[in-house]
């Protein structure tokens, strides 16, 4: 098998999507898979089949989430830039629900849905400005962040609706960030989210949609494989005072894609300077952007000296002309060599869905495996 290559286990997903559900269905909660973190086929075909709805940001994510089994009533599409073809694409398919991010989105839907003679069914994404507390670059929730709008903007909204012939509003919708791993953050969520809702007087209205945001252990993903959809969804239930009638929808991605899937990849050269050792391996920051992107940490591992002691720290570096194509500075590796292979975990989400071909190099391929075992490579 030619390296590099993401390599999934179907079985841990299925565990995965089953303790989502088995939490979820305690208190009545929908959940839909947001496409953005991983769009892979297979993958897509295993959560659609288990049921669950799919939150989009983009049209073709919407196409390829129908084309998957996903149903047009379990589609949830958000975005602060969505154009006209995809407002008309989602409209036309009878999603169950666009996000609406501004006043002049609100309005833009509106023209296009009377065009087509339809009504939209709309909920406004409100902007609660409660920190995450995560990576300022996946903190969404704050005024000072590009999305959703005011709980002001949404109050005009409210106020006119019945002016807006073509749209059904059907609720509000949140989204604050993610890898939240601080279910205190959950917490302020939910209370925020009552505030709002007293405010509006939006709790006769039959939708309300968290987001998702539930973060994974990216240090130590052998032992915690799944994610804390317990503590996660007891949080909400805890705190959160819907209506009595009102339908609660979450949008996780990462927590219930993050851990099926690895990144392998080979050790092409190493080389020692006064200060460092690297290992290059023939993965680059195209496969998996996280670290250049974010500063994020994945574990790594020289599985093919999984019996050796951890001697040495080595700076796992890609082969692209950049000085962030970096998958771990300073990691703990036993004296590694050319030829190794190396095990990057915890590439489910946000991997291949943000892979490139940048310096013009192949995007890795995937493979599966079903036993939950690893399905290791031949030299
Ligand atoms: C990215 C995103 C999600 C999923 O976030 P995760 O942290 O992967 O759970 C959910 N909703 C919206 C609107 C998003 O943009």
């Given at each position: 098998m030619q390296t590099p290559f993401y390599q999934y286990d179907l079985a841990l997903l299925n565990d995965t999507l089953n303790a989502a559900v088995a939490q979820a269905t305690r208190y009545g909660y929908t959940i839909h898979y947001a496409l953005k973190a991983n769009a892979n086929p297979a993958l897509l075909k295993i959560i659609s089949g288990a049921g669950f709805g799919a939150d989009c940001v983009s049209g073709n994510?919407?196409?390829?989430?129908?084309?998957?089994?996903?149903?047009?009533?379990?589609?949830?599409?958000?975005?602060?830039?969505?154009?006209?073809?995809?407002?008309?694409?989602?409209?036309?398919?009878?999603?169950?629900?666009?996000?609406?991010?501004?006043?002049?989105?609100?309005?833009v839907i509106e023209q296009i849905a009377q065009k087509l003679n339809k009504t939209a069914s709309i909920a406004l994404r409100i902007n609660p400005n409660v920190d995450a507390n995560t990576h300022k670059s996946i903190t969404t929730g704050l005024k000072e962040n590009k999305f959703g709008m005011s709980a002001e903007e949404a109050s005009l909204i409210l106020n006119s609706a019945n002016k807006y012939k073509n749209i059904n509003l059907v609720g509000l919708h949140f989204h604050i960030g993610s890898?939240?791993?601080?279910?205190?953050?959950?917490?302020?969520?939910?209370?925020?989210?009552?505030?709002?809702?007293?405010?509006?007087?939006?709790?006769?209205?039959?939708?309300?949609?968290?987001?998702?945001?539930?973060?994974?252990?990216?240090?130590?993903?052998?032992?915690?494989?799944?994610?804390?959809?317990?503590?996660?969804?007891?949080?909400?239930?805890?705190?959160?005072?819907?209506?009595?009638?009102?339908?609660?929808?979450?949008?996780?991605?990462?927590?219930?894609?993050?851990?099926?899937g690895q990144l392998y990849t080979r050790v092409l050269y190493t080389k020692t300077t006064k200060s460092r050792n690297f290992a290059i391996v023939d993965a680059g920051m195209n496969a998996l952007i996280r670290p250049a992107l974010y500063g994020a940490i994945h574990r790594i591992e020289n599985i093919s000296k999984i019996e050796y002691p951890t001697i040495a720290t080595y700076d796992v570096v890609g082969p692209i002309c950049e000085t962030t194509d970096c998958f771990g500075e300073q990691v703990n590796l036993p004296n590694t060599e050319r030829g190794d292979l190396l095990v990057v975990h915890s590439c489910g989400a946000y991997a291949e869905s943000m892979a490139s071909d940048y310096n013009l190099r192949e995007r890795p391929k995937s493979v599966f495996n079903h036993s939950g075992l690893a399905l290791l490579p031949k030299h």
């Open positions: 994510e919407i196409k390829v989430a129908l084309k998957n089994g996903f149903k047009p009533q379990g589609i949830v599409f958000a975005g602060v830039g969505k154009t006209d073809w995809e407002i008309e694409y989602a409209i036309e398919q009878n999603i169950q629900c666009i996000h609406c991010e501004s006043v002049q989105e609100f309005q890898q939240i791993m601080n279910m205190e953050v959950f917490k302020n969520l939910a209370l925020e989210v009552n505030r709002i809702q007293e405010r509006l007087q939006s709790k006769a209205l039959p939708y309300l949609n968290l987001g998702g945001g539930l973060g994974i252990d990216y240090i130590n993903p052998s032992i915690n494989r799944i994610a804390d959809f317990e503590g996660y969804f007891k949080t909400i239930n805890q705190w959160l005072n819907p209506g009595k009638e009102q339908t609660i929808h979450f949008e996780l991605g990462r927590s219930l894609v993050g851990q099926c």
